[in-house]
């Protein structure tokens, strides 16, 4: 017998804060732990949550609520729900154009990245020097909501220790949710996000 299947009920969105900096008011600024996330849910208010070890546990906490919030190499946010509304208009307009793929940024940031002179797909030497990697992987999600597409990035991007990816992660937990998924998991450096006949 055939089994339907497995539709992901959605969840709440988890931003990586772990390329984010707490700006005292003195100026100084003071990275946040790398295992906090900012978690938004529509219609509540938007909450930063820490992860518990490989467990997949989320736990409100208050501890950094002061803000202000700077994204490296971006904009300062004066409370989390400012921040918030930034991760999520990003992560809004992330899915690629038709022939294109999208950059996510380390800070949030998207660009369109189309194919070399014309060409209807990305040839390897692209994708290393859009991703500024010597090695690259390619994830092809089964179900969810990216099921038609690959993320392509950095193979040796935690190695490096390069920055949390939050629009990458918050698509990866979409995929993954951690109520079902373990361990837990994360995308480490930019990555480019496109449909899957994009790579040749």
Same mark, same amino acid.
């Not at 988890?14 to 700006?23: A, M, Q, R, Y």
């Not at 690629?96 to 998207?110: I, M, N, Q, W």
């Not at 909501?145 to 991007?157: K, Q, W």
């Given at each position: ?94 899915? @690629?154009? /038709? ?6 940024? +380390?800070? !949030? ?6 194919? #070399?002179?014309? %060409? ?56 993954? @949710?951690? /109520? ?6 994360? +995308?480490? !450096? ?6 899957? #006949?994009?790579? %040749?």
């Amino acid at each position: 017998m055939e089994q339907a299947p497995c539709l992901i009920t959605p969840g709440p969105l988890l931003f990586s804060l772990h390329n984010t900096e707490l700006v005292k008011p003195v100026g100084a600024s003071f990275p946040l732990p790398p295992r906090l996330f900012l978690r938004i849910v529509l219609g509540q208010p938007t909450l930063i949550v820490a992860l518990c070890g490989t467990t997949g546990q989320l736990f409100p906490t208050t501890t950094y609520d002061q803000g202000p919030f700077q994204v490296v190499g971006g904009q300062l946010y004066a409370t989390r729900q400012e921040l918030g509304v930034y991760f999520h208009s990003q992560h809004a307009g992330m899915l @690629p154009a /038709e022939g294109a793929a999208t950059l996510l940024g +380390v800070d !949030g940031s998207t660009r369109e990245v189309r194919p #070399d002179k014309g %060409r209807k797909s990305f040839g390897l030497a692209q994708l290393r020097a859009a991703l500024e990697a010597d090695y690259i992987d390619v994830h092809c999600p089964q179900h969810g909501p990216y099921e038609r597409y690959i993320f392509v990035f950095d193979d040796e991007g935690k190695n490096r220790r390069l920055p949390i990816n939050p629009l990458a992660t918050a698509a990866w937990y979409e995929t993954y @949710p951690l /109520e079902h998924y373990s361990p837990v998991d994360v +995308v480490a !450096g930019p990555v480019l996000l496109m449909k899957s #006949d994009m790579l %040749r």
